[in-house]
């Protein structure tokens, strides 16, 4: 493994070690974490590009990740419940963020050393394209979506760290897989299949209790009104037109309170709540497999073939 992988395993498993422990206590990782994280990635790029004499292109494309990450700590967002808001200093942000990335990916330019021109565009669409899966529940917490776009700028590419991972690519597809797989997003999917073992522990938990009503015994766990779990949302509403409805899915935010005083309204003691997964810990878990093992869904993909 070469200075720079090593140095960014070490630190993006510190990191993530810290973030899980947080994750566990509270639900919550404070952003001082991921702004660090993401300037020493951003830092330690710088480092790698000057010291393989990179041309200006590879500089502006820095550029443009640096700003859109940035910008996801800057105030409060454009979209929220109440709509849209312009907020000129952010859209100003961003078409300055625009023009950087776009301008060197029409000169042709490439890297004369350290990451590939090609992996170092992918950082900035990347950060968009977290942003874009929390709004649209790919990602369920703000702290998933800013861990993994810091976790973008720390490992921009594909490290060296032979003999690993395990599971390789072919090497025909390679090239084209790293563009359109930046490594952030394997540690994600890696992350996600982990994960995947939550509903059968779920399941597992409540035939021990002999609670099986399916399909919410895969999602959640029933437990007292008066006494509800700590990091769990409600799975049971009353809506508007007095029905009493089981939601597999709840969403975040609303109003809890005023959804368990409808259900106690009802005489109901006992409701089912759906686990809120820490999701730091499958994440962490998740680079050391992206390092190690490499791509996993790669990997069944491949067994399957």
């Given at each position: 493994m070469d200075a720079f992988a090593?140095?960014?395993?070490?630190?993006?498993?510190?990191c993530l070690v810290v973030a899980a422990a947080s994750d566990l206590r509270t639900r919550r990782v404070r952003d001082p974490l991921w702004i660090g994280l993401g300037t020493f990635?951003?830092?330690?790029?710088?480092?790698?590009?000057?010291?393989?004499?990179?041309?200006?292109?590879?500089?502006?494309?820095?550029?443009?990740?640096?700003?859109?990450?940035?910008?996801?700590?800057?105030?409060?967002?454009?979209?929220?419940?109440?709509?849209?808001?312009?907020?000129?200093?952010?859209?100003l942000l961003f078409f300055i963020a625009a023009a950087l990335f776009f301008v060197p990916l029409g000169t042709g330019t490439g890297t004369s050393g350290g990451p590939p021109l090609?992996?170092?565009?992918?950082?900035?669409?990347?950060?968009?394209?977290?942003q874009l899966f929390y709004r649209i529940r790919l990602l369920h917490g703000g702290a998933d979506t800013k861990g993994l776009i810091a976790l973008t700028l720390l490992i921009p590419s594909y490290p060296d760290a032979r003999p690993f991972p395990l599971v390789m690519t072919d090497p025909r597809m390679e090239s084209i897989l790293r563009l359109a797989f930046p490594f952030s997003l394997v540690v994600w999917v890696d992350a996600a299949i982990v994960t995947l073992a939550v509903p059968l522990g779920m399941l597992l938990y409540n035939a021990i209790r002999r609670d099986l009503a399916?399909?919410?015994?895969?999602?959640?766990?029933?437990?007292?009104?008066?006494?509800?779990?700590?990091?769990?949302w409600l799975m049971e509403r009353i809506t508007d037109g007095g029905e009493h409805v089981l939601v597999l899915f709840p969403r975040?935010?609303?109003?809890?309170?005023?959804?368990?005083?409808?259900?106690?309204?009802?005489?109901?003691?006992?409701?089912?709540?759906?686990?809120?997964?820490?999701?730091?810990?499958?994440?962490?878990?998740?680079?050391?497999?992206?390092?190690?093992?490499?791509?996993?869904?790669?990997?069944?993909?491949?067994?399957?073939?």
């Open positions: 090593a140095t960014r395993f070490a630190v993006g498993s510190g990635g951003l830092v330690l790029l710088g480092a790698e590009l000057a010291g393989a004499e990179s041309p200006w292109t590879a500089w502006s494309l820095l550029g443009s990740a640096a700003i859109l990450f940035y910008t996801v700590f800057l105030g409060r967002p454009l979209f929220d419940v109440d709509g849209f808001h312009p907020r000129p200093i952010r859209i090609g992996e170092l565009a992918s950082m900035p669409v990347v950060v968009v394209v977290y399916l399909p919410q015994a895969f999602l959640g766990f029933r437990a007292l009104l008066e006494h509800p779990p700590r990091h769990a975040r935010g609303g109003d809890s309170a005023a959804e368990v005083a409808k259900l106690r309204a009802r005489g109901i003691k006992r409701v089912w709540f759906a686990l809120q997964i820490p999701f730091m810990v499958p994440l962490f878990v998740g680079l050391l497999l992206a390092f190690v093992v490499g791509n996993l869904l790669v990997g069944v993909l491949g067994l399957l073939g």
